[in-house]
């Protein structure tokens, strides 16, 4: 039997290893995540489906809907990686105003953007230039 004849690596040797490992599990959960959060969600301040519109981020779908009598327009974005549990979801109102959003809607309490998730998820889409002209008085 052979003895190991190799150094045993040093304890700054073993503390350079580990930052590299913690630094590559970052990259790679980077990677798996996706790119920034912002391109997922919509804009801060936003009060009309003008200013989603202006920065679209990526969406699964539009599709129009009717609550208790009302018809609303429904964005719903692309969840923003494996580890959310809703995409973000905007209603807007037929004059284009901003009703509720929420920003993951397996997670959100809010009960009327998780219903108007689940009409919208049931119904045709609409195109985005469908959304606009309803939306617009």
């Known amino acids: ?10 304890k700054r040797q073993r503390q350079v290893e580990w930052g ?26 936003m009060e009309t489906i003008d200013d989603l519109i202006a920065v679209l981020p990526e969406t699964y779908r539009f599709a129009a809907v009717e609550h208790d009598g009302t018809s609303y327009v429904v964005w719903v974005g692309r ?39 689940a009409r919208a998820n049931q119904t045709d889409p609409i195109s985005k230039d469908e959304a606009i002209a309803m939306c617009r008085p």
């Open 1 to 10: 039997m052979r003895k190991d004849v190799r150094p045993k690596p040093t």
């Open 20 to 45: 590299i490992t913690v630094v590559m599990l970052g990259i790679l959960g980077l990677l798996i995540i996706g790119p920034p959060w912002k391109r997922f969600m919509p804009p801060e301040g």
């Open 79 to 117: 969840p923003r990686g494996p580890i959310v549990s809703g995409p973000p979801v905007c209603v807007f109102a037929t004059n284009g105003r901003l009703v509720d959003w929420s920003g993951d809607t397996g997670d959100s309490n809010n009960q009327f953007v998780r219903e108007m998730h």
